[in-house]
């Protein structure tokens, strides 16, 4: 069957592959088990051979990759739900981590990154933003290739040294904005960007790969240590999103999706998005569905995501909120507006009591159009509802098919080699020129010294006049000019002649 199995209240709630590339929202508060229900539905893609990619921020999804261990209430709940031929397995899982550390590197180069996200990250104002597009602009005049942040920062270097000519040609560059941005590059180096920016680069299709038996393989990104640098983690999604939706072909809508994207904390995908970046991620999620690829969110409270995006998220499990704050209780009224009603149901009260493992669920049924909303019992995934350990990690990342295509870094000629290389030709040719402007003068000086020596200057008479009047004054006859003329003859290097 096309469908997942989502869980069971009346009766089951299946998630329709067909339409699950039209996104989705996984809520509630912690506690309540929306990490479970995140496993199960990557788990069941997977075992329909759609490739996931899902950010790991809690480093409690790695579970996955270990086969779980049924235990009397797990079966309970499994024979309650009615799931056919449940046991345990584990799931084909490769592991990424930006740093490199707890999975293979996960790298972009500064050009695929691109001035707007790269301006997002270093929390650059407008006029800083602005310069930075003309570091972008002038490395492509030049043909420099912008890989690392090695490369940015000598062309930061560059325009500083260049900044007259290069303001007169592009525009106004204060010195002021230009120091800011080296400064926000130094302490995005800081951060992990240097880990970040470099080759080789993610290949889109490394990311939507099955395995021998058809299974799509999940992708987990440890975010742990990420997720401390919000501006990166949220502009890296960004990125990854905006590079799915420019290279994947236009399917329509598959009979399943290409891949699914799985974003958990995904409040912090839009905290601080300025207005201008929040519509480019509108126009993505509108669209990115019909390259086949599928968008959840994960979040705590459904008003975390823009109303223009969460009015895009037809797929949706709604688990408990509790209303202690003014907070928790708009946060309910959001969740209770967002769904289908049901008779039976007052959903503002049903979603303050729900019990772990229960939550509120609604998908697109047939045409895309959403079901009433169900009080259902949450499928249990059949891996491990726990993270794996570190030796486990390890063993998983030995077994990984691409692990020698990315482990090893490439550091190619870029900007940063070929600029080092035209300061260093700039100064071997002043070295030259100043050595043999030095001979040149030497050689002026030794020849003016000889000169005034022979003929003398404006102040002291030379040894040519002097020999000449003290051969006049003692030697009158021929012989006294010619031992003149010999004497001259040889001091000058030249033969006499009568």
């Not at 880990?195 to 290949?203: I, N, S």
């Amino acid at each position: 069957m096309n469908t997942l199995l989502i869980g069971k209240g009346e009766q089951q709630a299946h998630l329709n592959l067909k339409y699950a590339n039209r996104h989705g929202l996984i809520a509630g508060a912690t506690g309540t088990g929306k990490t479970v229900s995140l496993m199960s539905i990557a788990e069941g893609f997977s075992r329909q051979g759609v490739p996931v990619f899902i950010t790991d921020v809690k480093s409690d999804i790695s579970g996955l990759a270990m086969a779980g261990t049924a235990n009397e209430k797990l079966l309970q709940r499994v024979a309650k739900i009615g799931i056919e031929g449940y046991q345990n397995e584990a799931n084909p899982v490769v592991l990424w981590d930006l740093a490199g550390i707890q999975g293979h590197p996960l790298r972009t180069t500064i050009s695929e990154m691109g001035p707007t996200l790269l301006g997002r990250i270093l929390e650059l104002n407008d006029t800083q933003s602005s310069i930075l597009d003309i570091v972008f602009q002038l490395a492509d005049d030049q043909g420099l290739l912008l890989l690392d942040l090695d490369d940015l920062r000598a062309m930061l270097a560059l325009v500083a040294e260049e900044r007259k000519e290069i303001s007169a040609k592009y525009g106004l560059i204060s010195a002021q904005s230009l120091a800011a941005i080296q400064r926000s590059v130094l302490g995005l180096e800081r951060d992990g960007g240097k880990d970040f920016f470099g080759e080789p680069a993610l290949q889109l299709e490394d990311l939507m790969r099955t395995n021998l038996q058809g299974r799509g393989i999940i992708n987990l990104l440890a975010a742990n240590k990420l997720i401390l640098t919000p501006r990166l983690y949220s502009s890296f999604l960004l990125w990854l999103l905006s590079e799915l939706f420019e290279n994947l072909p236009e399917v329509g809508d598959p009979e399943k999706p290409k891949l699914v994207f799985f974003i958990d904390e995904a409040h912090l995908l839009f905290e601080g998005c300025p207005p201008s970046l929040l519509k480019r991620v509108e126009q993505i999620m509108r669209l990115i569905r019909s390259k086949g690829v599928g968008v959840y969110f994960c979040s705590q409270f459904p008003d975390d995501i823009p109303s223009e995006i969460l009015g895009q998220l037809g797929n949706r499990i709604q688990h408990a909120l509790r209303a202690y704050t003014p907070r928790d209780q708009k946060a309910v009224k959001t969740a209770a507006e967002t769904f289908v009603p049901n008779p039976k149901l007052v959903v503002s009260e049903v979603i303050s009591q729900l019990a772990v493992g229960e939550a509120l669920v609604s998908m697109l049924a047939d045409k895309g159009v959403p079901t009433m909303v169900e009080r259902a019992l949450i499928a249990p995934p059949r891996c491990r509802m726990g993270p794996a350990t570190n030796e486990e990690l390890q063993q998983v990342r030995a077994q990984s098919p691409i692990g020698g295509k990315y482990d090893n870094a490439i550091n190619r000629e870029s900007a940063y080699e070929l600029l080092n290389q035209r300061r260093s030709g700039n100064a071997t040719s002043n070295t030259t020129a100043t050595a043999n402007d030095a001979q040149t003068g030497q050689k002026t000086e030794d020849q003016g010294w000889f000169s005034e020596l022979i003929f003398g200057n404006k102040r002291r008479q030379g040894l040519a006049q002097t020999l000449s009047k003290q051969a006049a004054r003692t030697v009158g006859s021929q012989l006294g000019k010619q031992i003149l003329r010999g004497i001259l003859g040889g001091i000058l290097g030249k033969s006499s002649r009568r």
